[in-house]
């Protein structure tokens, strides 16, 4: 993945397509969710959304980086101004809390702000209340 350009979003692509995406890869699939070019960034973040549903995420995750780190990086995408990546950061953080992580006072400070933008989407509303419920 670290190639760049084409080479990265194939890539990428390949590991939202697969069947599990391993735990080791989240500090790379994150870096590249959270950039700037939104090609690559998409679909960066449904990997590690489906990433963050594997049943090893509370053991590796920690040992890789903090998982308080994930979740606020993951949180700040809440109010993208790109609807697919607000989607893939309430599925990541609706898998996360799943694991009994991201759930610090802060990361539900951001839901409830983004529940409360005034473009918020129906669809990203429902979903960011099943994190709260």
Same mark, same amino acid.
């Given at each position: 993945?670290? =190639?760049?350009?084409?080479?990265? !979003?194939? *890539?990428?692509?390949?590991?939202?397509?697969?069947?599990?995406?391993?735990?080791?890869?989240?500090?790379?699939?994150?870096?590249?969710?959270?950039?700037?070019?939104?090609?690559?960034?998409?679909?960066?973040?449904? +990997?590690? *959304?489906? #990433?963050?549903? @594997?049943?090893?995420?509370?053991?590796? #995750?920690?040992?890789?980086?903090?998982?308080?780190?994930? %979740?606020?990086?993951?949180?700040?995408?809440?109010?993208?101004?790109?609807?697919?990546?607000? +989607? %893939? +950061?309430?599925?990541?953080?609706?898998?996360?809390?799943?694991?009994? =992580? +991201?759930?610090?006072?802060?990361? #539900?400070?951001?839901?409830?702000? %983004? =529940?409360? %933008?005034? @473009?918020?989407?129906?669809?990203?509303?429902?979903? =960011? !209340?099943?994190?709260?419920?």
């Amino acid at each position: 993945m670290r =190639l760049g350009g084409s080479h990265t !979003l194939k *890539a990428v692509q390949r590991l939202v397509q697969s069947e599990r995406v391993e735990t080791v890869l989240a500090p790379e699939l994150l870096h590249l969710a959270t950039s700037n070019d939104t090609n690559v960034a998409v679909p960066s973040f449904l +990997a590690f *959304a489906k #990433l963050c549903a @594997n049943s090893d995420v509370p053991t590796q #995750l920690p040992s890789i980086f903090s998982a308080p780190d994930v %979740a606020l990086a993951v949180s700040g995408q809440l109010q993208s101004p790109d609807i697919r990546i607000q +989607a %893939a +950061a309430t599925l990541a953080l609706t898998n996360l809390t799943s694991h009994n =992580l +991201a759930l610090e006072s802060t990361i #539900l400070s951001r839901v409830v702000e %983004a =529940l409360e %933008a005034e @473009n918020a989407h129906e669809g990203i509303q429902r979903a =960011l !209340l099943g994190y709260i419920g």
